[in-house]
Protein backbone atom coordinates (compact mmCIF):
# COMPACT_ATOMS: atom_id res chain seq x y z
CA UNK A 1 0.00 0.00 0.00
CA UNK A 2 2.94 2.27 0.38
CA UNK A 3 4.32 2.63 -2.46
CA UNK A 4 0.46 3.07 -3.96
CA UNK A 5 0.02 5.65 -1.64
CA UNK A 6 3.22 7.95 -2.91
CA UNK A 7 2.04 7.01 -6.69
CA UNK A 8 -0.96 8.65 -6.34
CA UNK A 9 0.89 11.91 -4.57
CA UNK A 10 3.56 12.06 -6.70
CA UNK A 11 2.05 10.43 -10.70
CA UNK A 12 -1.83 11.13 -10.44
CA UNK A 13 -1.45 15.09 -10.53
CA UNK A 14 0.59 14.10 -13.78
CA UNK A 15 -1.71 11.95 -14.80
CA UNK A 16 -4.24 13.78 -14.24
CA UNK A 17 -2.76 16.79 -15.84
CA UNK A 18 -2.38 14.89 -19.15
CA UNK A 19 -5.71 13.93 -18.93
CA UNK A 20 -6.55 17.75 -18.64
CA UNK A 21 -4.78 18.74 -21.88
CA UNK A 22 -6.42 15.98 -23.45
CA UNK A 23 -9.86 15.93 -22.93
CA UNK A 24 -10.48 19.54 -23.06
CA UNK A 25 -14.23 19.27 -21.73
CA UNK A 26 -14.67 21.72 -19.17
CA UNK A 27 -17.15 18.68 -17.34
CA UNK A 28 -14.51 16.21 -17.31
CA UNK A 29 -11.75 18.61 -16.10
CA UNK A 30 -13.97 19.10 -13.38
CA UNK A 31 -14.32 15.61 -12.13
CA UNK A 32 -10.67 15.10 -12.73
CA UNK A 33 -9.62 18.21 -10.23
CA UNK A 34 -12.36 17.03 -7.77
CA UNK A 35 -11.15 13.60 -8.19
CA UNK A 36 -7.25 14.82 -7.90
CA UNK A 37 -7.80 16.49 -4.83
CA UNK A 38 -9.70 13.59 -3.14
CA UNK A 39 -6.91 11.30 -4.18
CA UNK A 40 -4.45 13.68 -2.92
CA UNK A 41 -6.08 13.50 0.58
CA UNK A 42 -6.37 9.94 0.99
CA UNK A 43 -2.83 9.17 -0.44
CA UNK A 44 -1.62 11.93 2.47
CA UNK A 45 -3.86 10.45 5.40
CA UNK A 46 -2.54 6.72 4.17
CA UNK A 47 1.16 8.33 4.22
CA UNK A 48 0.03 9.53 8.00
CA UNK A 49 -0.57 6.10 8.78
CA UNK A 50 2.71 4.81 8.38
CA UNK A 51 4.88 7.45 9.04
CA UNK A 52 7.44 7.61 9.44
CA UNK A 53 9.12 5.25 7.29
CA UNK A 54 12.43 4.81 6.05
CA UNK A 55 11.87 2.43 2.77
CA UNK A 56 13.03 2.31 -0.44
CA UNK A 57 9.97 1.02 -2.10
CA UNK A 58 8.19 1.59 -6.21
CA UNK A 59 9.04 3.98 -8.40
CA UNK A 60 11.30 6.72 -6.48
CA UNK A 61 13.99 4.29 -5.27
CA UNK A 62 14.30 2.72 -9.52
CA UNK A 63 17.07 3.30 -11.62
CA UNK A 64 14.29 4.39 -14.75
CA UNK A 65 13.47 7.45 -11.76
CA UNK A 66 17.09 8.06 -11.21
CA UNK A 67 18.01 8.15 -14.87
CA UNK A 68 15.52 10.41 -15.64
CA UNK A 69 16.18 12.61 -12.56
CA UNK A 70 19.99 12.92 -13.36
CA UNK A 71 18.96 13.78 -17.47
CA UNK A 72 16.74 16.92 -15.94
CA UNK A 73 19.81 18.32 -14.67
CA UNK A 74 20.39 18.50 -18.11
CA UNK A 75 16.87 19.14 -19.56
CA UNK A 76 15.82 21.53 -17.76
CA UNK A 77 18.54 23.72 -17.65
CA UNK A 78 18.87 23.61 -21.60
CA UNK A 79 15.37 24.62 -21.97
CA UNK A 80 15.21 28.03 -19.50
CA UNK A 81 18.58 28.83 -21.85
CA UNK A 82 15.96 28.10 -24.73
CA UNK A 83 13.60 30.61 -23.51
CA UNK A 84 16.00 32.98 -22.40
CA UNK A 85 17.76 33.24 -25.93
CA UNK A 86 14.40 33.68 -27.29
CA UNK A 87 13.70 36.49 -25.29
CA UNK A 88 16.63 38.14 -25.45
CA UNK A 89 17.57 37.91 -21.31
CA UNK A 90 20.47 38.09 -20.11
CA UNK A 91 20.44 36.71 -16.37
CA UNK A 92 18.17 34.11 -17.52
CA UNK A 93 21.17 33.01 -20.02
CA UNK A 94 23.98 33.60 -17.74
CA UNK A 95 22.41 31.23 -14.70
CA UNK A 96 21.33 28.68 -17.00
CA UNK A 97 24.25 28.24 -18.89
CA UNK A 98 26.05 28.15 -15.04
CA UNK A 99 23.52 24.89 -14.22
CA UNK A 100 24.62 23.35 -17.48
CA UNK A 101 28.52 24.06 -16.28
CA UNK A 102 27.92 22.49 -13.20
CA UNK A 103 26.07 19.62 -14.31
CA UNK A 104 28.47 18.49 -17.31
CA UNK A 105 31.17 18.96 -14.33
CA UNK A 106 30.08 16.47 -11.90
CA UNK A 107 29.15 14.15 -15.03
CA UNK A 108 32.54 14.43 -15.92
CA UNK A 109 34.80 14.38 -12.33
CA UNK A 110 32.59 12.99 -9.56
CA UNK A 111 32.74 9.12 -9.33
CA UNK A 112 29.20 7.40 -8.84
CA UNK A 113 27.84 8.06 -5.25
CA UNK A 114 26.79 5.65 -2.89
CA UNK A 115 23.06 4.87 -2.96
CA UNK A 116 20.64 6.15 -0.11
CA UNK A 117 19.68 3.57 2.19
CA UNK A 118 16.24 4.52 1.28
CA UNK A 119 15.44 6.66 -1.75
CA UNK A 120 11.76 7.26 -0.03
CA UNK A 121 12.08 8.72 3.40
CA UNK A 122 9.33 9.87 5.17
CA UNK A 123 9.06 11.92 8.83
CA UNK A 124 7.15 14.75 10.54
CA UNK A 125 8.45 17.24 8.47
CA UNK A 126 8.34 15.67 5.40
CA UNK A 127 4.68 14.50 6.15
CA UNK A 128 3.63 18.44 7.07
CA UNK A 129 4.61 19.69 3.72
CA UNK A 130 3.13 16.25 1.96
CA UNK A 131 -0.40 17.06 3.67
CA UNK A 132 0.03 20.69 2.96
CA UNK A 133 0.12 20.22 -0.62
CA UNK A 134 -2.33 17.15 -0.88
CA UNK A 135 -5.04 19.70 1.63
CA UNK A 136 -4.31 23.21 0.50
CA UNK A 137 -3.21 22.57 -3.15
CA UNK A 138 -6.03 20.27 -3.97
CA UNK A 139 -8.69 23.24 -2.76
CA UNK A 140 -6.79 26.11 -4.66
CA UNK A 141 -7.00 24.18 -8.03
CA UNK A 142 -10.92 23.46 -7.12
CA UNK A 143 -11.34 27.03 -6.41
CA UNK A 144 -9.72 27.50 -9.86
CA UNK A 145 -12.23 25.81 -11.31
CA UNK A 146 -15.03 28.88 -11.47
CA UNK A 147 -12.42 31.40 -11.27
CA UNK A 148 -10.19 30.55 -14.73
CA UNK A 149 -13.93 30.41 -16.18
CA UNK A 150 -14.72 33.96 -15.10
CA UNK A 151 -11.26 34.98 -15.67
CA UNK A 152 -11.38 34.00 -19.23
CA UNK A 153 -14.40 35.96 -19.44
CA UNK A 154 -12.94 39.01 -18.89
CA UNK A 155 -10.31 38.74 -21.12
CA UNK A 156 -12.32 37.52 -23.62
CA UNK A 157 -10.35 34.48 -25.04
CA UNK A 158 -11.50 33.15 -28.19
CA UNK A 159 -9.71 29.70 -27.17
CA UNK A 160 -9.65 28.73 -23.72
CA UNK A 161 -5.85 28.11 -22.05
CA UNK A 162 -7.64 26.18 -19.36
CA UNK A 163 -6.33 22.86 -20.69
CA UNK A 164 -3.07 24.04 -20.32
CA UNK A 165 -2.94 25.85 -17.31
CA UNK A 166 -4.86 22.92 -15.22
CA UNK A 167 -1.85 20.70 -16.23
CA UNK A 168 0.78 22.76 -14.75
CA UNK A 169 -1.03 23.53 -12.18
CA UNK A 170 -1.86 19.90 -11.06
CA UNK A 171 1.55 18.79 -12.06
CA UNK A 172 2.96 21.31 -9.60
CA UNK A 173 1.51 19.47 -6.82
CA UNK A 174 2.87 16.06 -7.82
CA UNK A 175 6.57 17.41 -7.72
CA UNK A 176 6.21 19.33 -4.33
CA UNK A 177 5.09 15.97 -2.98
CA UNK A 178 8.23 14.05 -4.65
CA UNK A 179 10.17 16.58 -3.33
CA UNK A 180 9.09 16.29 -0.02
CA UNK A 181 9.39 12.64 0.23
CA UNK A 182 12.94 12.19 -1.52
CA UNK A 183 16.07 11.33 0.49
CA UNK A 184 18.40 11.23 -3.05
CA UNK A 185 19.55 14.91 -3.17
CA UNK A 186 19.69 14.26 -7.32
CA UNK A 187 16.01 13.29 -7.28
CA UNK A 188 15.43 16.34 -4.78
CA UNK A 189 17.57 18.79 -6.92
CA UNK A 190 15.40 17.20 -9.79
CA UNK A 191 11.73 18.17 -8.53
CA UNK A 192 13.42 21.42 -6.61
CA UNK A 193 13.78 22.60 -10.62
CA UNK A 194 10.89 21.23 -11.62
CA UNK A 195 8.99 23.92 -9.68
CA UNK A 196 10.83 26.45 -11.41
CA UNK A 197 9.61 25.34 -14.38
CA UNK A 198 5.90 25.30 -13.28
CA UNK A 199 6.34 28.46 -11.40
CA UNK A 200 7.97 30.38 -14.54
CA UNK A 201 4.65 29.11 -17.06
CA UNK A 202 2.37 29.67 -14.23
CA UNK A 203 3.33 33.34 -13.86
CA UNK A 204 3.52 34.05 -17.36
CA UNK A 205 0.23 32.27 -18.09
CA UNK A 206 -1.35 35.09 -19.28
CA UNK A 207 1.17 36.21 -22.17
CA UNK A 208 0.85 39.91 -21.47
CA UNK A 209 4.13 41.97 -21.39
CA UNK A 210 4.11 42.20 -17.33
CA UNK A 211 3.21 38.73 -16.82
CA UNK A 212 6.20 37.71 -19.40
CA UNK A 213 8.36 40.37 -17.44
CA UNK A 214 7.86 38.99 -13.99
CA UNK A 215 7.97 34.95 -15.04
CA UNK A 216 11.43 35.86 -16.27
CA UNK A 217 12.27 37.56 -13.52
CA UNK A 218 11.01 34.39 -11.49
CA UNK A 219 13.05 31.95 -13.44
CA UNK A 220 16.06 34.15 -13.59
CA UNK A 221 16.16 34.41 -9.59
CA UNK A 222 15.18 30.39 -9.13
CA UNK A 223 17.81 29.55 -11.74
CA UNK A 224 20.61 31.36 -9.36
CA UNK A 225 18.79 29.39 -6.59
CA UNK A 226 19.21 26.07 -8.71
CA UNK A 227 22.62 27.03 -9.04
CA UNK A 228 23.64 27.61 -5.73
CA UNK A 229 21.83 24.20 -5.09
CA UNK A 230 23.71 22.21 -7.53
CA UNK A 231 27.51 23.78 -6.40
CA UNK A 232 26.26 22.43 -2.77
CA UNK A 233 25.55 19.40 -3.91
CA UNK A 234 28.72 18.69 -5.96
CA UNK A 235 30.76 19.71 -2.93
CA UNK A 236 28.75 17.36 -0.79
CA UNK A 237 29.53 14.05 -3.31
CA UNK A 238 32.90 15.62 -3.56
CA UNK A 239 33.85 15.33 0.08
CA UNK A 240 31.37 12.88 1.34
CA UNK A 241 30.60 10.94 -1.46
CA UNK A 242 27.31 10.48 -0.20
CA UNK A 243 23.84 12.06 -1.44
CA UNK A 244 21.34 10.35 0.87
CA UNK A 245 19.61 13.39 3.06
CA UNK A 246 19.25 12.56 5.86
CA UNK A 247 22.73 11.22 6.00
CA UNK A 248 23.75 14.47 5.15
CA UNK A 249 22.13 16.55 8.13
CA UNK A 250 23.43 14.20 11.01
CA UNK A 251 25.92 16.60 12.77
CA UNK A 252 28.58 14.41 13.37
CA UNK A 253 29.63 14.52 9.72
CA UNK A 254 30.30 17.81 9.70
CA UNK A 255 32.58 17.86 12.54
CA UNK A 256 36.29 19.80 12.00
CA UNK A 257 34.64 20.56 8.02
CA UNK A 258 33.77 23.33 6.23
CA UNK A 259 29.94 24.30 6.06
CA UNK A 260 30.44 25.75 2.86
CA UNK A 261 28.13 23.19 0.94
CA UNK A 262 25.12 23.78 3.77
CA UNK A 263 25.09 27.69 3.64
CA UNK A 264 24.83 27.04 0.16
CA UNK A 265 21.88 25.04 0.00
CA UNK A 266 20.70 27.82 2.36
CA UNK A 267 21.16 30.05 0.26
CA UNK A 268 18.85 27.83 -2.64
CA UNK A 269 16.29 27.48 -0.01
CA UNK A 270 16.12 31.50 0.68
CA UNK A 271 15.96 32.37 -3.25
CA UNK A 272 12.71 29.95 -3.49
CA UNK A 273 11.28 30.98 -0.26
CA UNK A 274 11.94 34.66 -1.89
CA UNK A 275 13.60 35.86 1.40
CA UNK A 276 15.46 39.36 0.81
CA UNK A 277 16.57 40.28 -1.72
CA UNK A 278 14.50 37.95 -3.88
CA UNK A 279 11.42 38.88 -2.80
CA UNK A 280 11.14 40.34 -6.74
CA UNK A 281 9.75 37.00 -8.27
CA UNK A 282 7.23 36.56 -5.62
CA UNK A 283 5.90 39.96 -5.73
CA UNK A 284 6.11 39.40 -9.48
CA UNK A 285 3.93 36.94 -9.36
CA UNK A 286 0.93 38.55 -8.38
CA UNK A 287 -0.04 39.71 -12.15
CA UNK A 288 -0.84 36.15 -12.42
CA UNK A 289 -4.30 34.44 -11.61
CA UNK A 290 -5.02 34.80 -7.92
CA UNK A 291 -4.70 30.76 -8.12
CA UNK A 292 -1.21 30.59 -9.16
CA UNK A 293 -0.55 33.05 -6.33
CA UNK A 294 -2.45 31.26 -4.25
CA UNK A 295 -0.31 28.18 -5.09
CA UNK A 296 2.80 30.12 -4.76
CA UNK A 297 2.50 31.77 -1.36
CA UNK A 298 0.45 28.97 0.09
CA UNK A 299 1.41 25.38 -0.70
CA UNK A 300 4.00 25.06 -2.87
CA UNK A 301 7.21 26.35 -4.07
CA UNK A 302 8.47 28.94 -1.12
CA UNK A 303 7.25 26.33 1.30
CA UNK A 304 9.74 23.78 -0.68
CA UNK A 305 12.63 26.90 0.10
CA UNK A 306 11.76 26.60 3.93
CA UNK A 307 11.15 22.84 4.30
CA UNK A 308 15.39 22.68 2.93
CA UNK A 309 15.68 25.09 5.35
CA UNK A 310 14.59 23.47 8.14
CA UNK A 311 15.63 20.01 6.56
CA UNK A 312 19.31 21.66 7.37
CA UNK A 313 18.18 22.65 10.91
CA UNK A 314 20.30 19.51 12.63
CA UNK A 315 23.48 20.96 11.28
CA UNK A 316 22.95 24.72 11.88
CA UNK A 317 22.72 24.71 15.18
CA UNK A 318 25.03 26.43 17.09
CA UNK A 319 27.01 26.88 14.48
CA UNK A 320 28.05 30.83 12.62
CA UNK A 321 25.98 29.42 9.20
CA UNK A 322 23.16 28.92 11.72
CA UNK A 323 23.27 31.92 13.52
CA UNK A 324 23.68 34.11 10.48
CA UNK A 325 21.15 32.57 8.62
CA UNK A 326 18.31 33.17 11.54
CA UNK A 327 19.67 36.90 11.38
CA UNK A 328 19.01 37.05 7.59
CA UNK A 329 15.45 35.86 8.24
CA UNK A 330 14.34 37.65 10.88
CA UNK A 331 15.49 40.79 9.01
CA UNK A 332 13.77 39.78 6.39
CA UNK A 333 10.76 39.41 8.66
CA UNK A 334 11.14 43.09 9.86
CA UNK A 335 11.38 44.74 6.32
CA UNK A 336 9.03 43.26 4.42
CA UNK A 337 6.19 43.63 7.15
CA UNK A 338 7.30 47.24 7.25
CA UNK A 339 6.86 47.33 3.36
CA UNK A 340 3.52 45.51 3.75
CA UNK A 341 2.47 48.45 5.96
CA UNK A 342 2.56 50.74 3.07
CA UNK A 343 0.90 48.85 0.37
CA UNK A 344 -2.81 49.57 -0.42
CA UNK A 345 -2.85 47.13 -3.12
CA UNK A 346 -4.49 43.86 -1.24
CA UNK A 347 -2.15 40.90 -2.86
CA UNK A 348 0.87 42.89 -2.50
CA UNK A 349 -0.25 43.17 1.26
CA UNK A 350 -0.39 39.31 0.65
CA UNK A 351 3.03 39.24 -0.66
CA UNK A 352 4.78 40.56 1.68
CA UNK A 353 3.24 39.16 4.64
CA UNK A 354 4.10 35.87 3.07
CA UNK A 355 7.76 36.99 2.57
CA UNK A 356 7.50 38.18 5.88
CA UNK A 357 6.26 34.46 7.62
CA UNK A 358 8.56 32.93 5.71
CA UNK A 359 11.55 34.25 6.65
CA UNK A 360 10.25 33.44 10.48
CA UNK A 361 10.56 30.16 9.07
CA UNK A 362 14.04 30.93 8.41
CA UNK A 363 14.87 32.14 11.43
CA UNK A 364 13.85 28.79 13.35
CA UNK A 365 15.76 26.70 10.99
CA UNK A 366 19.11 28.63 11.13
CA UNK A 367 18.27 28.62 15.75
CA UNK A 368 18.17 24.84 14.83
CA UNK A 369 16.26 23.74 18.70
CA UNK A 370 13.77 21.60 18.65
CA UNK A 371 11.84 24.66 20.23
CA UNK A 372 12.57 26.49 16.93
CA UNK A 373 12.03 23.30 14.94
CA UNK A 374 8.44 23.27 16.48
CA UNK A 375 7.62 26.72 16.21
CA UNK A 376 9.03 26.26 11.93
CA UNK A 377 6.18 23.15 11.84
CA UNK A 378 3.54 24.95 12.91
CA UNK A 379 4.18 28.56 10.96
CA UNK A 380 4.41 25.93 8.01
CA UNK A 381 1.16 23.96 8.21
CA UNK A 382 -0.93 27.30 9.82
CA UNK A 383 0.29 29.88 7.64
CA UNK A 384 -0.22 27.80 4.41
CA UNK A 385 -4.22 27.29 5.40
CA UNK A 386 -4.10 30.90 6.47
CA UNK A 387 -2.47 33.24 3.55
CA UNK A 388 -4.18 30.59 1.32
CA UNK A 389 -7.64 31.37 2.32
CA UNK A 390 -6.85 35.39 2.22
CA UNK A 391 -5.37 35.16 -1.71
CA UNK A 392 -8.30 33.01 -2.32
CA UNK A 393 -10.91 35.45 -0.87
CA UNK A 394 -9.04 38.31 -2.29
CA UNK A 395 -9.13 37.41 -5.42
CA UNK A 396 -13.03 36.28 -5.05
CA UNK A 397 -13.52 39.85 -3.82
CA UNK A 398 -11.33 41.16 -7.15
CA UNK A 399 -13.71 39.49 -9.36
CA UNK A 400 -16.96 40.92 -7.42
CA UNK A 401 -15.63 44.35 -7.24
CA UNK A 402 -13.45 44.50 -10.14
CA UNK A 403 -9.76 45.70 -8.19
CA UNK A 404 -7.74 44.20 -5.66
CA UNK A 405 -7.04 47.50 -3.94
CA UNK A 406 -7.79 47.80 -0.03
CA UNK A 407 -9.56 51.21 -0.44
CA UNK A 408 -12.06 49.58 -3.15
CA UNK A 409 -13.07 46.86 -1.13
CA UNK A 410 -13.95 49.20 1.94
CA UNK A 411 -17.47 47.63 2.96
CA UNK A 412 -17.13 44.91 1.01
CA UNK A 413 -19.28 42.74 3.61
CA UNK A 414 -21.93 44.04 2.03
CA UNK A 415 -21.04 42.95 -1.63
CA UNK A 416 -19.80 39.33 -0.42
CA UNK A 417 -20.76 38.96 3.12
CA UNK A 418 -19.44 35.65 3.24
CA UNK A 419 -15.80 36.03 1.37
CA UNK A 420 -15.32 39.53 3.57
CA UNK A 421 -16.08 37.81 6.70
CA UNK A 422 -13.75 34.92 5.86
CA UNK A 423 -11.17 37.27 5.07
CA UNK A 424 -11.83 39.18 8.02
CA UNK A 425 -11.43 35.86 9.94
CA UNK A 426 -8.42 34.79 8.15
CA UNK A 427 -6.67 38.04 9.01
CA UNK A 428 -6.93 37.39 12.35
CA UNK A 429 -6.24 35.00 12.59
CA UNK A 430 -2.65 35.88 11.91
CA UNK A 431 -2.67 38.12 15.04
CA UNK A 432 -4.95 37.03 17.50
CA UNK A 433 -3.58 34.43 20.28
CA UNK A 434 -4.04 31.93 20.98
CA UNK A 435 -4.13 30.77 16.97
CA UNK A 436 -1.47 29.10 15.14
CA UNK A 437 0.58 31.92 13.91
CA UNK A 438 0.65 33.86 16.91
CA UNK A 439 1.72 30.52 18.77
CA UNK A 440 4.62 30.12 16.34
CA UNK A 441 5.68 33.74 16.83
CA UNK A 442 5.58 33.44 20.75
CA UNK A 443 7.49 29.47 20.38
CA UNK A 444 9.96 31.52 18.34
CA UNK A 445 10.48 34.23 20.63
CA UNK A 446 11.15 31.76 22.86
CA UNK A 447 13.92 30.07 20.96
CA UNK A 448 15.56 32.77 20.07
CA UNK A 449 15.62 34.30 24.01
CA UNK A 450 19.86 34.07 23.67
CA UNK A 451 20.06 36.51 20.82
CA UNK A 452 18.43 39.96 21.48
CA UNK A 453 19.08 40.94 18.10
CA UNK A 454 16.87 38.65 16.87
CA UNK A 455 14.41 39.12 19.63
CA UNK A 456 14.13 43.03 18.74
CA UNK A 457 13.81 41.98 14.91
CA UNK A 458 10.72 39.72 15.25
CA UNK A 459 9.16 41.86 18.10
CA UNK A 460 9.39 44.56 16.28
CA UNK A 461 8.01 43.03 12.32
CA UNK A 462 4.90 41.40 14.50
CA UNK A 463 3.54 44.48 16.01
CA UNK A 464 3.57 46.26 12.22
CA UNK A 465 2.01 42.77 11.23
CA UNK A 466 -0.56 43.56 13.83
CA UNK A 467 -1.67 46.92 12.36
CA UNK A 468 -1.20 46.05 8.95
CA UNK A 469 -4.09 43.12 9.47
CA UNK A 470 -6.04 45.17 11.70
CA UNK A 471 -6.30 47.81 9.49
CA UNK A 472 -6.98 45.21 6.19
CA UNK A 473 -9.69 43.59 8.37
CA UNK A 474 -10.98 47.07 9.18
CA UNK A 475 -11.84 48.44 6.17
CA UNK A 476 -13.29 45.23 4.73
CA UNK A 477 -15.77 45.01 7.59
CA UNK A 478 -16.73 49.02 7.68
CA UNK A 479 -19.78 50.86 6.46
CA UNK A 480 -21.75 49.85 3.82
CA UNK A 481 -19.91 51.76 0.81
CA UNK A 482 -20.59 49.52 -1.70
CA UNK A 483 -24.05 49.47 -2.34
CA UNK A 484 -26.34 46.95 -3.72
CA UNK A 485 -27.68 43.37 -3.62
CA UNK A 486 -24.97 40.67 -2.50
CA UNK A 487 -24.59 37.50 -4.38
CA UNK A 488 -23.70 34.32 -3.14
CA UNK A 489 -20.34 32.59 -4.56
CA UNK A 490 -20.75 29.60 -6.48
CA UNK A 491 -20.32 26.45 -4.72
CA UNK A 492 -16.68 25.61 -6.29
CA UNK A 493 -15.63 28.93 -4.74
CA UNK A 494 -17.20 29.00 -1.54
CA UNK A 495 -16.50 25.34 -0.68
CA UNK A 496 -13.07 25.83 -0.62
CA UNK A 497 -12.31 29.27 0.97
CA UNK A 498 -14.91 27.64 4.27
CA UNK A 499 -12.73 25.18 4.40
CA UNK A 500 -9.44 26.78 4.56
CA UNK A 501 -11.09 28.71 7.09
CA UNK A 502 -12.18 25.97 9.39
CA UNK A 503 -8.24 24.70 8.38
CA UNK A 504 -6.77 28.07 9.59
CA UNK A 505 -9.00 28.79 12.83
CA UNK A 506 -9.23 24.69 13.72
CA UNK A 507 -4.83 24.26 13.50
CA UNK A 508 -4.32 26.74 15.99
CA UNK A 509 -6.06 24.70 18.97
CA UNK A 510 -4.18 21.76 17.02
CA UNK A 511 -0.77 23.11 17.85
CA UNK A 512 0.59 20.41 20.45
CA UNK A 513 -1.18 17.63 18.17
CA UNK A 514 0.53 19.03 15.49
CA UNK A 515 3.64 18.95 16.90
CA UNK A 516 2.82 15.24 18.47
CA UNK A 517 2.17 13.93 14.86
CA UNK A 518 5.45 15.85 12.73
CA UNK A 519 8.17 15.85 15.72
CA UNK A 520 10.27 13.05 17.33
CA UNK A 521 8.48 11.41 20.39
CA UNK A 522 11.27 13.04 22.54
CA UNK A 523 10.98 16.64 21.00
CA UNK A 524 6.97 16.78 21.22
CA UNK A 525 7.37 15.63 25.21
CA UNK A 526 10.25 18.26 25.91
CA UNK A 527 7.66 21.08 24.57
CA UNK A 528 3.96 19.42 26.10
CA UNK A 529 3.87 21.48 28.89
CA UNK A 530 4.19 24.58 27.12
CA UNK A 531 0.78 24.09 25.64
CA UNK A 532 -1.11 22.84 28.67
CA UNK A 533 -3.64 25.86 28.56
CA UNK A 534 -3.82 26.75 24.18
CA UNK A 535 -7.65 24.61 24.56
CA UNK A 536 -8.72 26.58 26.95
CA UNK A 537 -7.64 30.01 25.83
CA UNK A 538 -8.77 28.75 22.40
CA UNK A 539 -12.01 28.06 23.61
CA UNK A 540 -12.16 31.87 26.23
CA UNK A 541 -10.91 33.38 22.32
CA UNK A 542 -13.66 31.97 20.10
CA UNK A 543 -16.25 32.67 22.55
CA UNK A 544 -15.16 36.51 22.50
CA UNK A 545 -14.81 36.00 18.58
CA UNK A 546 -18.65 34.79 18.14
CA UNK A 547 -19.67 38.16 20.39
CA UNK A 548 -17.89 40.74 19.19
CA UNK A 549 -19.18 39.22 15.56
CA UNK A 550 -22.91 39.42 16.75
CA UNK A 551 -22.14 43.17 17.83
CA UNK A 552 -20.79 43.84 14.70
CA UNK A 553 -24.02 42.43 12.76
CA UNK A 554 -26.41 44.55 14.79
CA UNK A 555 -24.42 47.18 13.71
CA UNK A 556 -24.10 47.03 10.45
CA UNK A 557 -28.17 47.40 10.07
CA UNK A 558 -27.75 50.54 11.68
CA UNK A 559 -28.44 53.76 9.01
CA UNK A 560 -24.79 55.50 9.09
CA UNK A 561 -25.04 59.11 9.86
CA UNK A 562 -23.03 61.72 8.09
CA UNK A 563 -20.46 62.97 9.65
CA UNK A 564 -19.77 66.24 11.44
CA UNK A 565 -17.59 67.89 8.96
CA UNK A 566 -17.30 71.35 9.74
CA UNK A 567 -17.53 74.63 7.76
CA UNK A 568 -20.35 75.90 5.83
CA UNK A 569 -22.90 73.52 3.86
CA UNK A 570 -21.94 73.16 0.15
CA UNK A 571 -24.71 72.16 -2.58
CA UNK A 572 -22.50 69.11 -3.62
CA UNK A 573 -22.70 65.92 -1.90
CA UNK A 574 -20.31 64.47 -0.16
CA UNK A 575 -18.16 68.28 0.31
CA UNK A 576 -18.23 71.08 1.99
CA UNK A 577 -17.25 74.92 2.11
CA UNK A 578 -13.83 75.08 4.18
CA UNK A 579 -11.17 77.65 4.36
CA UNK A 580 -10.83 80.50 1.74
CA UNK A 581 -14.16 79.62 0.56
CA UNK A 582 -13.11 76.28 -1.02
CA UNK A 583 -15.26 73.67 -1.76
CA UNK A 584 -13.35 70.61 0.34
CA UNK A 585 -14.62 66.84 -1.24
CA UNK A 586 -15.08 64.71 1.92
CA UNK A 587 -13.30 61.47 1.44
CA UNK A 588 -11.97 58.40 3.87
CA UNK A 589 -9.42 56.46 3.50
CA UNK A 590 -6.81 54.46 5.32
CA UNK A 591 -2.98 56.15 6.39
CA UNK A 592 -0.37 54.17 4.53
CA UNK A 593 2.94 56.67 5.28
CA UNK A 594 4.67 56.34 1.62
CA UNK A 595 7.55 58.42 3.28
CA UNK A 596 7.97 55.82 5.95
CA UNK A 597 7.09 52.44 4.18
CA UNK A 598 7.65 53.25 0.57
CA UNK A 599 8.76 50.76 -1.81
CA UNK A 600 11.36 52.18 -3.40
CA UNK A 601 13.45 53.33 -0.29
CA UNK A 602 13.19 50.54 2.01
CA UNK A 603 13.57 47.93 -1.27
CA UNK A 604 17.14 49.49 -1.56
CA UNK A 605 18.01 49.43 1.98
CA UNK A 606 16.88 46.08 2.69
CA UNK A 607 18.57 44.64 -0.39
CA UNK A 608 21.89 45.95 0.30
CA UNK A 609 21.95 44.85 4.23
CA UNK A 610 20.43 41.27 3.45
CA UNK A 611 23.16 41.05 0.60
CA UNK A 612 25.49 41.76 3.69
CA UNK A 613 23.93 39.08 5.11
CA UNK A 614 24.18 36.34 2.38
CA UNK A 615 27.75 37.41 1.63
CA UNK A 616 28.54 36.64 5.38
CA UNK A 617 26.20 33.27 5.27
CA UNK A 618 28.90 32.31 2.96
CA UNK A 619 32.03 33.95 4.91
CA UNK A 620 30.59 31.92 7.79
CA UNK A 621 30.99 28.58 6.82
CA UNK A 622 34.66 28.97 6.61
CA UNK A 623 34.86 30.27 10.12
Not at 126 to 145: E, K, M, N, R, Y
Not at 469 to 495: E, I, Q
Not at 502 to 531: E, K, R, T, Y
Request: glycine share 10%.
Amino acid sequence: MLDAYIGVLVLWPLVAGLLCLVLKSPGVRTALVLSTGAALAVGALGLASQAPFTASPGFLASETALKIAEGAAFVLPAYFLLRGLMEKHLLVIVFACLQLALAVAGAMTLSAPAAPQSAVACDGLSLALTLVVAIIGSLICIFALPYMKHHEEHLHLKVSRQPGFFLVLLAFLGFMNGLALSNDLRMFEAFFEATTLCSFMLIGHDNTPEARKSAFRALWMNSLGGVALHAGIILIQKQFGIVDIHAIVNPAVWTGVSMLPIALLAIAGCVKAAQMPFQGWLLGAMVAPTPVSALLHSSTMVKAGVFLCLRLSPVLQGTNTGRILALAGAFTFLATSALALGQSNAKKILAYSTVANLGLIITCAGLGSPVAVAAGVVLMVVHAATKGLLFLCVGDMEQVVGSRDLEDLRGAIAKRPVTALAAALGAMAMVLPPLGMLVGKWATLEAATSNPIIVVLISLGSAMAVVCWVRFTGTLMSGKSLAGPHKSAPALTSMPILTMLACAVGLGMASPWINALFLDSSIAGALAGGWGLLPPLFVVAMLAWIAGMKVMGRQSGVTMATPYIGGLPSTEAGSYVGPLGRNWILSEGNEYAPELFGESKLTMIGGILSIALLLALVGGAFI
